[in-house]
């Protein structure tokens, strides 16, 4: 059973603070994914990574940065904290190559910048 | 780029009662669809892909390549069907990456 767990369910965190959100996945993944979530607006990638040190810009990767240093391991960072990043945080990951379409999600971040 | 698009950002429906969720896509070749769900209080997870052409829990979707569709369908919904759920389309080459809807919230009352 593939387990993916992050750091935080819930995170309060203040304008302009550096934040870090930590996934990990314990199945030997490649890909892994940040999405945020937010109502009225789905599912929107924010970064991935299909290998360690590998990373892409999704569609919306202004004002993060991700860091994958190990294969089980994925972090977003919010170098500087908006209220605007509000939100709800997913992680996945997936198998590589045709697989990688199944995404195990995470139980998500709730962040709230103050 | 692709795009998917669900329509209905909120459906109700009576318990026994036949329940649609729509679901449009735009892409000019031949793309993978799917639909996922998230239960109350769990994780998002995936319900079912067009590939498998089997029914999950009662619901089935076919893609409809003429109109650029992948409805999902259930011929008589149960309360533990409310959920919200996303439709989401991958395409060969970009790596296999997700593109989500909007989600639709269903809503099965008793």
């Known amino acids: 059973d593939v387990k993916v767990t992050q750091s935080s369910r819930y995170l309060v965190k203040r304008t302009g603070e550096k934040v870090f959100l930590e996934c990990v996945q314990d199945?030997?993944?490649?890909?892994m994914f940040w999405y945020r979530q937010d109502p009225g607006l789905g599912l929107r990638l924010i970064y991935f990574?299909?290998?360690?040190?590998?990373?892409e810009k999704g569609d919306i990767p202004e004002g993060y940065s991700v860091s994958r240093e190990k294969k089980e391991r994925f972090s977003l960072i919010l170098e500087s904290a908006s209220t605007n990043q509000t939100s709800m945080y997913l992680c996945a990951s997936s198998l590589p190559g045709k697989a990688a379409d199944t995404q195990y999600f995470g139980p998500g971040t709730r962040l709230t910048v103050l | 780029a692709q795009r998917v698009t669900q329509p209905e950002k909120l459906l109700s429906v009576f318990k026994g009662a036949p329940v649609e969720l729509k679901c449009n896509y735009s892409y000019s070749g031949s793309p993978e669809l799917f639909w996922y769900v998230q239960y109350s209080r769990q994780r998002l997870q995936l319900l079912l892909r067009?590939?498998s052409r089997e029914s999950i829990k009662g619901f089935t979707a076919d893609l409809n390549k003429g109109e650029t569709s992948f409805h999902l369908k259930k011929p008589f919904a149960q309360e533990e069907d409310s959920a919200m759920y996303y439709c989401a389309l991958s395409v060969e080459g970009s790596n296999y990456k997700l593109t989500f809807g909007k989600g639709t919230l269903l809503t099965v009352n008793p």
């Open positions: 199945m030997d993944h490649e890909n």
């Open positions: 067009h590939i």
């Open positions: 990574s299909y290998d360690v040190k590998m990373k």
